[in-house]
């Protein structure tokens, strides 16, 4: 069984668009999070999520939200999608916050044209 | 924000050869972690050091920590091809209550057969 899933694994869409990217985790975790790597491999923080708190990183455009329908969910939604969010995104659970071990999704390279 | 950078940003070696790549944060930490990514996929956790802790060992892994210089090193001996891969150091930083694996731009080790 995969821990964290994510789909899709790919998405080409149009500038101005609105996409969403699944994620799933069946590992019991309290925390999920979203990362965007850029082409040159830096791994940023988007969220951090547990049932009680949201994270937002204040540098990602209010384009973007996070939507966790229950605790093994964290679904990523992205409006009027621009050319620069091209990426791959990734989705990460743990236990108790960054104090354990992250495991994460195979990611979604998202591709705006 | 707080971010472990990684030093070199690549690596190339031959099979056999050890290969050491450092992680150099800004303030200080609970735990510092390594990760590895394989080329299109998530990253995988390799271990993780607390910060009372100054040498770790893990297979072919040796990760020390040393806090009063705010840097770890993770060495992999006696290298294979099939570690050719990407190497990121995460620290937790700690926002609102929560700690976040925050990461760096990865070293890429290329491990030549």
């Known amino acids: 069984d995969t821990a964290v899933s994510q789909t899709p694994k790919y998405l080409v869409t149009q500038m101005g668009n609105d996409k969403s990217i699944k994620c799933e985790q069946n590992l019991g975790h309290d925390t999920m999070y979203w990362y965007k790597q850029d082409s040159k491999k830096f791994l940023k923080i988007m969220f951090s999520?547990?049932?009680?708190?949201?994270?937002i990183n204040e540098t990602v455009p209010n384009r973007f939200s996070p939507k966790s329908p229950d605790k093994a969910h964290l679904n990523l939604h992205i409006n009027s999608l621009e050319l620069g969010d091209s990426a791959v995104y990734f989705c990460?659970?743990?236990?108790?916050?960054?104090?354990?071990?992250?495991?994460f999704g195979q990611g979604t390279r998202l591709t705006v044209v | 924000s707080q971010q472990g950078e990684e030093d070199p940003q690549a690596l190339s070696i031959q099979e056999g050869e050890n290969a050491t790549m450092n992680c150099s944060y800004k303030?200080?930490?609970?735990?510092l972690q390594w990760y590895r990514q394989n080329s299109g996929r998530g990253l995988v956790h390799l271990i993780l050091?607390?910060?009372?802790?100054r040498e770790k060992h893990s297979g072919r892994l040796r990760v020390t920590l040393d806090t009063s210089k705010k840097s770890s090193s993770l060495l992999i001996t006696a290298s294979r091809a099939a570690d050719t891969a990407s190497y990121f150091c995460?620290?937790?930083?700690?926002?609102?209550?929560?700690?976040?694996?925050?990461f760096g731009r990865g070293t890429s080790l290329i491990v030549h057969p």
């Open positions: 990460a659970s743990s236990y108790g916050g960054g104090v354990t071990e992250a495991f």
């Open positions: 303030t200080s930490i609970n735990n």
């Open positions: 050091i607390r910060s009372n802790e």
């Open positions: 999520y547990n049932n009680k708190e949201l994270i």
């Open positions: 995460a620290t937790d930083q700690s926002s609102g209550g929560s700690y976040i694996p925050t």
